[in-house]
DNA sequence: GTCTATATCAAGATAGAC
DNA sequence: GTCTATCTTGATATAGAC
């Protein structure tokens, strides 16, 4: 049953929203699917193997994201203010980002898996950066600004807000939304 | 020996940033103090104790950044840029803000370190709207701005840019911090 | 007060039954 | 292919020696 690889991936990645790589564990998921530990090994023998298929996983979302992107009709703006509200809409209150997640355990993880978040990260900032390079030929973001610098800075502050908001609630991710949506309005 | 209790929660402040609340253990810490792991749960008796420890010792740091700024001579241009600069040069690459590792193990966090770690958050930003609010009486930042939205986004945005710095090296955080000199300059 | 020794438990992982 | 049973390891924690 190649479904149960895939529902258990997307189990990881739940967990990994919630806690973290390190704290959960395969008992976790096992109770979750109602099986037992044995069965999750059968599918992925060693924790590092689930962790290369969560982040590979993570990868293809990204992949997709972007050539809905480049695919869509919409204006620039509507498609960079999409993308940032589904960064942050994608997420239960309790939960953050996986990537961030993943780059907070990034010690212990397997070299394997740290080289995949590496290439996640990059292709996450190329998608942001291709994303305000197009509202920048709109005029929504002032072309003498480095596509570089603001593609990096938007990115950094959905991540920390909802690293925030799991403590705060919901306000402080509001507030950087509406700081965000203000930035592209006025500069 | 009270000087020990002190050392055992820098070390652990230090392996926090470095790997996290879950993946520390007393083994790292007795092993860096060339101690038995029994002489750590001499000083703190649970994981829980120690949490709390250095959930108060951080408190403590951001009370005493809190009265500096206060007590400060310096332009309020000054005051927010040497806060913004000392948020990110405090560590080393490899590592985060200790608030944010806490963050991302909150569902892990025992309930007493939970608490603490929401009166950190709490001040955290209360300091920097404090420096937002007196660079906008300054007019380093436009008055229309509100002060919550501008402080938790330079926050968030601040955290968020050591998450990728750990994994794609110091270029990101630079990026993010040229942004956010530039945003300080402009609006 | 600080240590050794040890208990307890949960996690990752394996062997082999069905 | 999925399970039970079991092994190993490492982490938290405790009891008691010095």
Redesign the interface.
């Given at each position: 049953m190649e479904n149960r690889k895939k529902q258990i991936v997307d189990l990881a990645i739940k967990l990994i929203q919630?806690?973290?790589y390190?704290?959960f564990s395969y008992d976790d998921i096992s109770k979750q699917l109602g099986v037992t530990k044995a069965s999750i090994h059968y599918h992925f023998e060693k924790k590092e193997d689930l962790g290369v298929a969560v982040a590979e996983r993570i990868l293809l979302r990204l992949q997709e994201s972007l050539m809905t992107i480049k695919n869509s009709q919409a204006s620039a703006e509507e498609k960079l203010k999409q993308f940032i509200q589904q960064q942050a809409q994608r997420f239960e209150c309790?939960e953050?980002c996986p990537i961030?997640?993943l780059?907070?355990?990034?010690?212990?993880l397997p070299s394997a898996v740290?080289e995949k978040?590496?290439e996640v990260?990059?292709l996450e900032?190329r998608v942001m950066k291709e994303l305000v390079a197009e509202a920048q030929t709109e005029n929504i973001i002032n072309s003498s600004?480095?596509v570089?610098?603001?593609a990096?800075?938007i990115?950094?502050?959905?991540?920390?807000?909802l690293?925030?908001r799991?403590?705060?609630g919901n306000d402080?991710l509001a507030?950087?939304l509406?700081?965000?949506d203000?930035?592209l309005k006025?500069?």
């Open positions: 919630q806690k973290g390190v704290a309790t953050i961030s997640s780059q907070t355990d990034y010690e212990s740290q978040i590496g990260s990059r900032i600004q480095d570089h610098q603001v990096v800075t990115l950094s502050s959905v991540k920390g807000a690293l925030y799991r403590v705060l402080v507030e950087v509406i700081q965000l203000r930035f006025k500069p």
